[in-house]
């Protein structure tokens, strides 16, 4: 069955990704160097991105520290990026540390969050890292090791109408925790508190806030010197250039998931909504491509939130009336659109009417976090020479198949359209894969290798194209950063 309109979930891509796609041989060239399939990132995007963070932190007037988190994405070209724009990191593994100052950071701006266990923690004592620390014990084992003062930011969670949380301090042990680090104030420098909170409403960060400032009273107090209030990551990326279009598929596949109207997914999929009653229910796995609110917006209306407890006074000015700089961990945010992947077209292949697959040269993994789905569409570039007379060149819904060999082991689980039939030899491309897709889950399943990541610069009216790691970013302008 051919649909009139296909139902399309058109990408946003950053102008100079766009440049690039549009290049006349240029994603050839980088496969023909470099093998297919590869990872491409952009760190000059990424270096706009966190332009555009500052440009919001400028304007409020208290100090700051951005942390781009590592976890993110394990290219070296984006921290030396960081690195050469004068910012911090936050790292949660020795060798995410390692990489940090490989790339040039000294320890004073490296923060290290997560759980961390005894091995690491000795490894950061003495070294003048800040330790972000997950628990009690940290704290307690830190004082135990230390000869000279570590500083330290403690992470709260367990705040009010917030899920319980496997990282942070509970709120409830905040008096214990405060009276550890007044005892050890010989060895451990309390610098402020710190909440990572991966959500998208803006009252559970708020609410987080409210208790932090309400804890650093505390702390004067207790005769500690809190200078910090870090209010972590978790600002959204934009994948969508067209929310209504991306509506509309939703709907059209939760038509489909009802049997009114075409099926959409593949093997019965549901993709987390459940059907109950002829209706569809619940958040889908894929509910990020949804959003709408640019990172930036998030953090000028958590900056500028009016705090009911302190005389509705705005969040940032709150902040620098404590003498506390605002700390913020963002990763998503500083890579979105920074990244994409290209993969070749091996075969296409007719399993059933209306079911078509597109088989690449990846995996599932490659591209996304197994359990959640793509949904942007990818784009479709030339490289097959053989022109298809067979099925000519009308849109075509397809699922994209990959290398692995598990049943459920699609590339979409969900019918993609694309504006003709791929040809073998054509590349499809995977926009905005920075971060989280590359490197998350990514494994060396059946035993293939991990996909080279190149780092792709615009030089002049060109572009260059090199291995991630031999990426130099080209010198920064510095900022008001503390
Ligand atoms: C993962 C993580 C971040 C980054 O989160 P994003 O959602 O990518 O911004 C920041 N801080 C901590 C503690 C994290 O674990």
Same mark, same amino acid.
């Given at each position: 069955m051919t649909v009139?309109?296909?139902?399309?979930?058109?990408?946003?891509?950053?102008? $100079?990704?766009?440049?690039? $796609?549009?290049?006349?041989?240029?994603?050839?060239?980088?496969?023909?160097?470099?093998?297919?399939?590869?990872?491409?990132?952009?760190?000059?995007?990424?270096?706009?991105?966190? !332009?555009?963070? /500052?440009?919001?932190l400028d304007e409020q007037g208290t100090g700051y520290r951005i942390c781009y988190a590592h976890k993110v994405n394990q290219s070296r070209a984006f #921290?030396?990026? +960081?690195?050469?724009?004068?910012?911090?990191?936050?790292?949660?593994? +020795? *060798?995410?540390?390692? &990489? *940090?100052?490989? +790339?040039?950071?000294?320890?004073?701006?490296?923060? #290290?969050?997560?759980?961390?266990?005894? *091995?690491?923690?000795?490894?950061l004592v003495g070294t003048g890292v800040t330790v972000n620390a997950d628990n009690l014990w940290e704290v307690r084992r830190l004082a135990e090791l230390a000869d000279a003062p570590v500083p330290l930011l403690?992470?709260?969670?367990?705040f009010p109408a917030t899920p319980v949380s496997r990282f942070g301090v509970p709120l409830w042990q905040a008096e214990e925790a405060l009276a550890l680090l007044a005892a050890h104030r010989d060895r451990i420098t309390f610098r402020g508190f710190a909440f990572h909170i991966d959500s998208g409403e803006p009252a559970e960060r708020l609410r987080a806030v409210e208790a932090c400032l309400a804890l650093t009273e505390r702390a004067y107090a207790c005769g500690l010197v809190p200078t910090v209030l870090n209010i972590g990551g978790g600002f959204r990326?934009?994948?969508?250039?067209?929310?209504?279009?991306?509506? /509309?598929?939703?709907?059209?596949?939760?038509?489909? $998931?009802?049997?009114?109207?075409e099926a959409l997914t593949w093997g019965g999929n549901t993709?987390?909504?459940?059907?109950? !009653?002829g209706a569809v229910h619940g958040t889908p796995v894929f509910h990020k491509y949804a959003n709408t609110v640019p990172a930036t917006r998030m953090l000028t209306d958590l900056l500028g939130a009016e705090l009911e407890q302190h005389g509705g006074r705005a969040m940032a000015r709150l902040a620098a009336e404590n003498l506390l700089d605002i700390w913020l961990e963002p990763g998503k945010a500083l890579v979105d659109h920074a990244g994409i992947t290209a993969a070749r077209v091996e075969f296409v292949k007719d399993v059933a009417a209306d079911t078509t697959l597109v088989n690449l040269d990846v995996s599932r993994d490659t591209v996304t976090p197994a359990d959640q789905e793509v949904m942007v569409d990818p784009v479709l570039l030339p490289g097959g020479d053989v022109p298809d007379t067979d099925h000519g060149d009308a849109p075509v819904g397809v699922f994209l198949a990959g290398r692995?060999?598990?049943? /459920?082991?699609?590339?979409?689980n969900h019918k993609v359209w694309l504006p003709r039939r791929p040809r073998p030899g054509d590349v499809i491309v995977f926009p905005n894969t920075g971060a989280y897709h590359m490197d998350?889950?990514?494994?060396?399943? &059946?035993?293939?290798?991990?996909?080279?990541?190149l780092a792709v610069a615009q030089r002049g009216d060109g572009f260059r194209v090199c291995r991630d790691e031999e990426y130099e970013p080209v010198a920064a302008a510095g900022s008001r950063e503390a």
């Open positions: 009139s309109t296909p139902p399309t979930l058109p990408p946003k891509i950053h102008p $100079l990704v766009r440049a690039f $796609l549009d290049a006349p041989g240029a994603v050839a060239d980088a496969l023909a160097r470099f093998g297919s399939p590869a990872h491409l990132v952009f760190p000059q995007v990424f270096a706009e991105n966190l !332009g555009h963070f /500052r440009d919001v #921290v030396r990026t +960081a690195e050469r724009a004068g910012i911090g990191i936050d790292v949660a593994s +020795a *060798a995410e540390l390692a &990489s *940090a100052v490989d +790339a040039g950071f000294a320890t004073d701006r490296i923060e #290290v969050t997560g759980p961390k266990g005894e *091995a690491f923690l000795r490894a403690l992470r709260l969670s367990g990326q934009v994948f969508t250039s067209d929310a209504d279009a991306f509506d /509309r598929y939703v709907v059209a596949l939760r038509a489909g $998931l009802l049997g009114r109207g993709f987390g909504f459940h059907l109950d !009653g692995l060999c598990l049943e /459920r082991d699609l590339i979409t998350l889950s990514a494994a060396n399943a &059946s035993m293939h290798p991990r996909p080279p990541k």
